[in-house]
């Protein structure tokens, strides 16, 4: 049986307590909000922080609500279920609903939070491992060893950004404010990532993820496709966020399309928005804003099913996403 590693526990109840208690804590001490992936990660000894900062008593993380502008704030800590549930997500964000459905199983979605989701470690198949499998090998560069077992001349890991939620909020350009000894600050969510499977975060170590603002509904469309093996519950090997801005005229204003599950970061395809801009979605469009993301889109082998397939993939999955927003109109 795998056990947590020994740590100290804090319980804050305010967004001031828990930033403050982070900023005093040793470098290696951790937030936990629903714990469905830092848990797990402990108990394979991935992180081993010698305090955890539980996020699950401050009332202000937890919640949805409307803003001024017709957007939506949905606090960090606000669990994937109850964003599935709210109306106001599911008339405004139908397709951030559904993605919610899609992440792990009905339990863990009780669980699970979106800010968790947002911040999720990067994932490989020499890395999502036990304890001792990962000793059989000698580890790998991102946990107790020095090499890359999928590029071994490699100097940098290439963990793939895994959680579903990103492509989407990417695409939508959903903003995050985060909180930190400094003061907050409000960035797109695109800019919390970099591309490096084990420093895939931009953001600094002792800022908390307090909100996720939802643009207000504008004469736009967004969706997202999941490729997995298993349709009950398995992580992504590929995810499409794809959004449109239509102008009043039916054509595509603005555009952006976003390969999760990829890279160690979620891959805008600027191709893709190329194909797409200033005319309306044809199968001819669609075509050519996938081929775009067919080629920017480069997995390596470490995941579920072959890098030739999962390549192959990126085509019709993405034409299908671009498929549904057109029968959105
Ligand atoms: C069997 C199984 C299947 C799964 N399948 C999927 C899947 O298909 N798709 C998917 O996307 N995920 C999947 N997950 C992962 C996980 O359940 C979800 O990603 C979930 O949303 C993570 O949220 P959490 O609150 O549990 O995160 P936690 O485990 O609490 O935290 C995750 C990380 O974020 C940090 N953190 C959390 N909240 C904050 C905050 N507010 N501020 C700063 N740092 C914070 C933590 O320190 C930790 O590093 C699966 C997990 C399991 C166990
Ligand atoms: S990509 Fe390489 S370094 Fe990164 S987790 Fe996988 S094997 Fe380890």
């Given at each position: 049986?795998?056990?947590?590693?020994?740590?100290?526990?804090?319980?804050?109840?305010t967004?001031?307590?828990?930033?403050?208690?982070?900023?005093?804590?040793?470098?290696?001490a951790?937030?936990?909000?629903?714990?469905?992936?830092?848990?797990?990660?402990?108990?394979r000894?991935?992180?081993?922080?010698s305090?955890?900062?539980?996020?699950?008593?401050?009332?202000?993380?937890r919640?949805?609500?409307?803003?001024?502008?017709?957007?939506?704030?949905?606090?960090?800590?606000?669990?994937?279920?109850?964003?599935?549930?709210?109306?106001?997500?599911?008339?405004?964000?139908?397709?951030?609903?559904?993605t919610?459905?899609?992440?792990?199983?009905?339990?863990?979605?009780?669980?699970?939070?979106?800010?968790?989701?947002?911040?999720?470690?990067?994932?490989?198949?020499?890395?999502?491992?036990?304890?001792?499998?990962?000793?059989?090998?000698?580890?790998?560069?991102?946990?107790?060893?020095?090499?890359?077992?999928?590029?071994?001349?490699?100097?940098?890991?290439?963990?793939?950004?895994?959680?579903?939620?990103?492509?989407?909020?990417?695409?939508?350009?959903?903003?995050?404010?985060?909180?930190?000894?400094?003061?907050?600050?409000?960035?797109?969510?695109?800019?919390?990532?970099?591309?490096?499977?084990?420093?895939?975060?931009?953001?600094?170590?002792?800022?908390?993820?307090?909100?996720?603002?939802?643009?207000?509904?504008?004469?736009?469309?967004?969706?997202?496709?999941?490729?997995?093996?298993?349709?009950?519950?398995?992580?992504?090997?590929?995810?499409v966020?794809?959004?449109?801005?239509?102008?009043?005229?039916?054509?595509?204003?603005?555009?952006?399309?976003?390969?999760?599950?990829?890279?160690?970061?979620?891959?805008?395809?600027?191709?893709?928005?190329?194909?797409?801009?200033?005319?309306?979605?044809?199968?001819?469009?669609?075509?050519?804003?996938?081929?775009?993301?067919?080629?920017?889109?480069?997995?390596?082998?470490?995941?579920?099913?072959?890098?030739?397939?999962?390549?192959?993939?990126?085509?019709?999955?993405?034409?299908?996403?671009?498929?549904?927003?057109?029968?959105?109109?």
């Amino acid at each position: 049986m795998m056990r947590l590693p020994r740590f100290v526990l804090h319980v804050p109840r305010t967004i001031a307590e828990a930033v403050e208690r982070k900023a005093s804590a040793p470098p290696d001490a951790l937030y936990v909000a629903g714990g469905t992936d830092l848990y797990p990660n402990m108990k394979r000894r991935h992180q081993e922080p010698s305090e955890v900062i539980a996020l699950h008593a401050v009332e202000d993380l937890r919640g949805i609500a409307e803003r001024e502008d017709g957007g939506l704030d949905v606090g960090a800590t606000t669990t994937l279920d109850a964003v599935a549930r709210d109306g106001r997500v599911q008339a405004d964000h139908p397709a951030l609903a559904r993605t919610m459905r899609l992440i792990s199983t009905p339990i863990l979605q009780n669980m699970g939070t979106l800010g968790g989701n947002l911040l999720l470690d990067t994932r490989c198949n020499y890395y999502d491992q036990n304890y001792d499998w990962r000793k059989s090998i000698d580890f790998c560069m991102k946990k107790d060893g020095t090499i890359c077992w999928v590029a071994p001349a490699s100097p940098r890991c290439w963990a793939v950004q895994s959680a579903d939620s990103v492509p989407l909020l990417v695409a939508l350009g959903a903003m995050v404010e985060l909180v930190g000894p400094e003061g907050a600050r409000t960035v797109p969510v695109a800019a919390l990532y970099q591309d490096d499977g084990i420093r895939y975060l931009a953001k600094r170590r002792d800022e908390l993820l307090t909100r996720v603002h939802l643009p207000a509904r504008n004469g736009w469309r967004a969706t997202y496709r999941k490729v997995r093996r298993r349709g009950a519950f398995d992580f992504p090997v590929l995810g499409v966020g794809a959004w449109i801005e239509v102008a009043p005229d039916g054509s595509v204003a603005d555009a952006r399309v976003v390969l999760g599950g990829v890279g160690s970061a979620p891959e805008v395809v600027e191709g893709a928005r190329e194909a797409l801009v200033g005319g309306s979605l044809t199968d001819a469009s669609i075509a050519t804003a996938a081929d775009a993301a067919w080629k920017a889109g480069r997995p390596l082998d470490n995941t579920d099913f072959t890098l030739s397939w999962r390549k192959e993939m990126i085509r019709p999955t993405v034409a299908r996403a671009l498929e549904d927003l057109r029968e959105a109109s």
